[in-house]
């Protein structure tokens, strides 16, 4: 029997438990397998062929919920529908505001108050919580409840009591004079109101709905932002040399396109003429441009940075590496099973004992003879009191003061699922490239050659340099105008050692080799040393040695050990530093390295993650010797070099595989999969977008040790709301035999109900001093 997978998007979740209610009618289906997102809003389904879409639909549909799919509006949608939330929460938090004022503090009520306090909550409960009573009857009619069942009814009873305590009860005859004395007048309940507590749990309920539709809205932001990275359309060279400009999705394989610099590569493919650096940074993450040559690969997305490209497509839509990367991303998210939330599992079976608790007591007092005012005011005290009002502050204030602290940080939390992962993760894959090392060039050495001036060599060469925007070239004009790399650099050092940046005349770039020009009446080359050979300026022995050391350490190639040994053994070249050589006048007179320095703060934040009990994976597309030099400087063990753009995927897959959480810190497109894949993704904040909307926290600064951060404020923000939720069904357990017992008024139940609501406040402002 053969199977066919499909996806469909999914509406009227309002939970984790909704998710797994339609996963559980749809493989009811005979060889149905299914798959539901409750972060993504979709379905990932396989069915075989006696199966139809349609029957699909349908059954989801039976489960209470709506199904479709996918549109290309689909994202219109939810953004209405958030606007939506956002406009209901905005009116109720005005409304409510007055009635929970004039409850709490009796100096303010006023004659009448109670009967305004009802104008303003009525529509607070009925349209404000609208979407609560909606998704409350659809569970109801499949037997089901959930938290919506207990905001629903809660908030419910308390009007509906309120408006019979106000029109056949004295509770609208009380003056501002009498509010307190209540419950000794009125044991039965009929003076009593809870106008408060009903807008209340609404507003605060739909607080909590309104963050989860924003983060539910960004999460499809990665995938769509990965698929913006391509070219839009492609100038198709024909046979005859003559060109047309034609979309990108009418691009076939075989088919030959030019690349004019500037643009992006339309696709996957390979030089036929022209030579050019390629920008390949969004995907690879790597700083340095790659020298492209006919007969070199590029990638589709990356961007031509110098000459004139003619490229042959080898792959095109969704064979692309981009597309596949794309495709990564995607099934990351949808394999991602989100943890449900501790309320929603809590309440599926609090919520059936509540009601079975507040109907048994409404009976057994009536049975024994007691008024039916009585009965009803023990049942709807019941009620009051397990009323979530605590439960809905529990997470998204925590969240909120969390998320705030951590701006201050410089940490993003996208969500409550990520602080539930951060604190299982005990594994951490770093990027290197950008994340533990700094992601741009910096000159590391000028090595002269004998009887020559380092200075000298670095003066002229960053004079002709100036006139490239080569990210080689920039790190040596960088270096000639802030001072020696040696010397701490002061603001006249580069004048001072080097003296004033000579003109250059004549400069020519030279794609792929590296530039020339008249600089002080030198003719003056730099680049490649075949481009010196050319010039009849062969590099001595000596400079060869150095040269040649450092290319083999960077490339991972066999190391002779007496040519290190006489290139002035240099930290860079272990780093995997890129080497220039430098000529004039028809003589070679030194070789420049530039390299990708570590960050200062690198070494630091990973023993700060070694503290939180996480071990470091550095993971990078580099050789392995400059790999583990890098690794060495910061300390940590573990090295996997070598890796290829679409492999770090595997690599954290092969890491879960042994069991580990694993937890990804990466900047570049290139790890956007990963990061969709890891437990935990972190994107530094200077890295691309696609990168940052993949993960699950985004350290702003970009410095590795708002990583630990990031884990330490997760774990303790989420302990936060763990013990929020324990201590407001604690309050509210606690309390609900008393209450069935006649023990305890309604308006104490309130004020019981509101005391957990002021714990799970101060105990969330913890979070204001966390570090």
Aim: include cysteine.
């Amino acid at each position: 029997m053969n199977t066919t997978e499909l996806d469909l998007d999914i509406r009227g979740m309002t939970c984790a438990s909704c998710a797994n209610r339609i996963e559980r009618r749809l493989t009811k289906l005979d060889g149905v397998s299914a798959q539901v997102n409750y972060a993504t809003e979709k379905a990932h389904i396989a069915f075989p062929d006696t199966t139809t879409p349609d029957e699909l639909i349908r059954a989801v549909e039976a489960a209470g919920y709506g199904a479709a799919l996918p549109e290309p509006d689909a994202d219109d949608d939810r953004e209405a529908h958030l606007r939506q939330v956002r406009t209901r929460l905005v009116w109720s938090t005005a409304l409510s505001t007055p009635v929970v004022v004039l409850a709490m503090i009796p100096p303010l009520q006023f004659p009448g108050w109670q009967w305004v306090s009802l104008v303003l909550a009525v529509p607070v409960v009925v349209w404000g919580g609208w979407g609560f009573h909606r998704a409350a009857w659809a569970n109801l009619r499949h037997g089901a409840a959930t938290m919506d069942t207990l905001v629903s009814v809660g908030t419910i009873a308390a009007l509906g009591w309120s408006l019979y305590a106000l029109v056949f009860g004295t509770a609208g005859e009380i003056g501002m004079s009498h509010g307190w004395s209540l419950l000794a007048r009125h044991a039965d309940g009929s003076g009593s109101i809870y106008l408060e507590a009903a807008a209340g749990v609404t507003t605060f309920i739909l607080a909590g709905r309104f963050i989860e539709a924003r983060s539910k809205l960004r999460a499809g932001d990665a995938l769509r932002a990965l698929l913006d990275v391509g070219a839009k359309d492609v100038a198709v060279r024909a046979s005859d040399g003559s060109e047309s400009r034609i979309p990108v999705a009418r691009l076939r394989v075989d088919d030959a396109f030019v690349v004019r610099p500037g643009e992006r590569i339309a696709t996957d493919g390979v030089v036929i003429e022209g030579s050019s650096a390629v920008d390949q940074s969004m995907v690879t993450g790597e700083p340095v441009p790659a020298e492209v040559a006919p007969g070199d690969t590029v990638v589709g997305g990356t961007i031509n940075a110098g000459g004139l490209l003619v490229v042959r497509a080898t792959r095109v839509g969704s064979d692309t590496q981009l597309a596949q990367m794309a495709k990564l991303v995607e099934e990351a998210q949808t394999s991602k099973a989100g943890a449900q939330r501790l309320a929603d599992r809590v309440a599926g079976i609090f919520v059936p004992i509540v009601f079975v608790i507040a109907t048994g007591t409404l009976a057994a007092w009536l049975l024994l003879g007691q008024p039916a005012a009585a009965a009803f005011t023990a049942a709807v005290a019941v009620l009051i009191i397990a009323c979530p009002c605590a439960l809905g502050l529990a997470t998204p204030l925590a969240l909120m003061i969390g998320t705030g602290r951590g701006a201050q940080q410089g940490i993003l939390i996208k969500d409550s699922d990520a602080l539930e992962r951060a604190r299982r993760i005990d594994t951490i894959v770093l990027d290197k490239t950008g994340t533990v090392t700094a992601g741009e060039m910096t000159l590391s050495r000028v090595i002269p050659g004998s009887g020559e001036s380092a200075d000298e060599v670095l003066r002229i060469a960053a004079a002709l340099e100036s006139g490239s925007e080569h990210p080689i070239a920039r790190a040596i004009a960088a270096a000639a105008a802030n001072g020696s790399p040696r010397h701490a650099p002061s603001p006249d050092d580069g004048r001072a050692r080097h003296g004033e940046s000579p003109g250059v005349s004549d400069f020519r770039n030279l794609e792929g080799l590296g530039a020339q020009g008249i600089v002080d009446g030198h003719a003056v080359v730099i680049g490649r040393p075949r481009l010196l050979d050319e010039w009849g300026a062969s590099l001595t022995d000596e400079l060869r040695a150095a040269f040649d050391w450092a290319h083999a350490v960077r490339t991972g190639s066999p190391i002779d050990a007496s040519a290190a040994s006489g290139a002035h053994s240099g930290d860079e070249q272990s780093t995997g530093a890129t080497v220039v050589a430098v000529a004039w006048d028809g003589k070679a007179r030194g070789v420049i390295a530039v390299a990708d320095t570590v960050k200062p703060t690198s070494a630091e934040a990973v023993a700060a993650l070694r503290d939180l009990g996480l071990e470091p994976v550095l993971v990078t597309g580099d050789a392995e010797e400059p790999a583990r030099a890098v690794a060495a400087e910061v300390g940590i063990d573990r090295v996997i070099a070598g890796v290829l753009p679409h492999e770090k995927v595997s690599v954290v897959k092969d890491l879960q595989a042994e069991g580990r959480r694993v937890a990804m810190v990466g900047d570049g497109i290139n790890d956007a999969a990963a990061l969709a894949q890891a437990d935990l993704g972190m994107a530094m904040g200077t890295g691309t977008d696609v990168a940052i909307e993949a993960s699950d926290l985004t350290l702003v600064r970009g410095d590795l040790r708002v990583a630990a951060d990031a884990v330490r404020l997760s774990r303790r923000t989420l302990g936060i709301i763990r013990g929020n939720l324990f201590w407001a069904f604690a309050y509210n357990v606690a309390a609900i035999p008393v209450a069935a017992l006649g023990l305890l008024a309604p308006m104490l139940a309130g004020a019981a109900m509101a005391f957990s609501s002021v714990f799970v406040v101060l105990n969330s402002l913890r979070l204001k001093r966390s570090r």
